[in-house]
């Protein structure tokens, strides 16, 4: 069956340390997208690509790093450097230059202790 | 002035009522106009697209969409306990494709 997955659906780390977080389509879609949702809030986009080696900032993408070197793949750093990590994430696929209808991972919670 | 903007709730409704939803965005541009639902603790799910002005209709759902007024709403008919979730409006932008814009969302609660 097609869809994305994300991994891992829980993590906890520490302060100071970087994590990255996986993201893995098999909809054969070109865009692909990273959100954080903090809880009672919105989606917020971190950083999204429309093509392979390409990617673009979100509205949030400081203390983040991803990169996008295949079309199935786009995994997502969250780096020290991001001062309240804690979060769920969400990673989003759709069919480039479409209509914008994005299909979403599981998530993944992640714990800053 | 965020770019969407949703009633944050809760909005409650008694088993059988209609559940109205209602998003206004800022952006004149704007051509596509989606509805998420998220259930608690997991990922958006889209249950209605629209890009005309007007209504549409699918199953207990309808979309209403009026440009001129920059409103989009989502309609619940016969509401069941099932449909309780948040639901998220996402709007995209004339000058910046490829992305979505999400409001915050409006909790719903349909009580039997």
């Known amino acids: 069956d097609g869809g994305i997955t994300q991994s891992p659906k829980y993590l906890f780390r520490k302060e100071g340390q970087n994590v990255t977080l996986s993201c893995e389509q098999n909809?054969?879609?070109?865009?692909m997208y990273w959100y954080r949702q903090d809880p009672g809030q919105g989606l917020r986009l971190i950083y999204y690509?429309?093509?392979?080696?390409?990617?673009q900032k979100g509205d949030i993408a400081e203390g983040y790093s991803v990169s996008r070197e295949k079309k199935e793949s786009f995994p997502l750093t969250v780096t020290s450097a991001q001062k309240n990590p804690t979060a769920f994430y969400l990673c989003?696929?759709?069919?480039?230059?479409?209509?914008?209808?994005?299909?979403f991972g599981e998530g993944s919670r992640l714990t800053v202790l | 002035q965020k770019e969407v903007e949703q009633n944050s709730g809760p909005l409650s409704v008694p088993e059988g009522a209609i559940a109205s939803l209602n998003c206004t965005y800022s952006?004149?541009?704007?051509?596509?106009f989606f509805w998420y639902r998220q259930y608690s603790g997991k990922s958006p799910e889209l249950i209605m697209s629209?890009?005309?002005?007007g209504d549409k209709e699918d199953g207990r759902f309808t979309a209403q969409l009026n440009k001129a007024s920059q409103y989009v709403s989502l309609l619940i008919r016969d509401s069941q306990p099932s449909d309780s979730a948040t639901y998220l409006c996402?709007?995209?932008?004339?000058?910046?494709?490829?992305?979505?814009?999400f409001g915050r969302g409006t909790q719903l609660t349909v009580w039997p």
């Open positions: 690509s429309q093509i392979v080696n390409d990617f």
């Open positions: 909809l054969n879609h070109d865009a």
């Open positions: 629209i890009y005309s002005n």
């Open positions: 996402a709007v995209d932008r004339g000058s910046t494709l490829g992305r979505l814009y």
């Open positions: 989003a696929s759709s069919i480039a230059g479409g209509t914008g209808e994005l299909f």
């Open positions: 952006d004149r541009g704007s051509q596509s």
